[in-house]
């Protein structure tokens, strides 16, 4: 039997890092899994990450700002005995609210 199980997370780049997980060291096909914004406006996060910063701190010249609106909600369609498995990988990257 399969479930969803899905997870939100404050950065698209922890988002990225945990389906990249699921895909390469778990075997998920990667058509199981889907990323959105966990609310109505569009997003990248909550936190600037990856291409967002530059040493660490937000970039001094961009050609715009990264729409922090809210949190990146990553779901995955998977077989009954790989659930803990993905609850895991989101955890290991910060996920939150994570169901089932």
């Not at 997370?9 to 075997?27: K, S």
């Amino acid at each position: 039997m399969s479930k969803t199980i899905s997870a939100e997370f404050e950065t698209r780049r922890d988002a990225e890092m945990a389906v990249e997980r699921l895909v390469q060291e778990h075997g998920l096909d990667r058509s199981s899994v889907r990323i959105a914004a966990a609310s109505d406006e569009n997003t990248a996060g909550t936190q600037p990450a990856g291409a967002d910063l530059e040493g660490g701190q937000p970039k001094t010249e961009t050609a715009g700002e990264p729409a922090l609106n809210g949190k990146v909600k990553v779901s995955a369609d998977v077989a009954e005995a790989s659930a803990d498995k993905v609850v895991s990988s989101f955890e290991g990257y910060g996920g939150s609210s994570i169901r089932s």
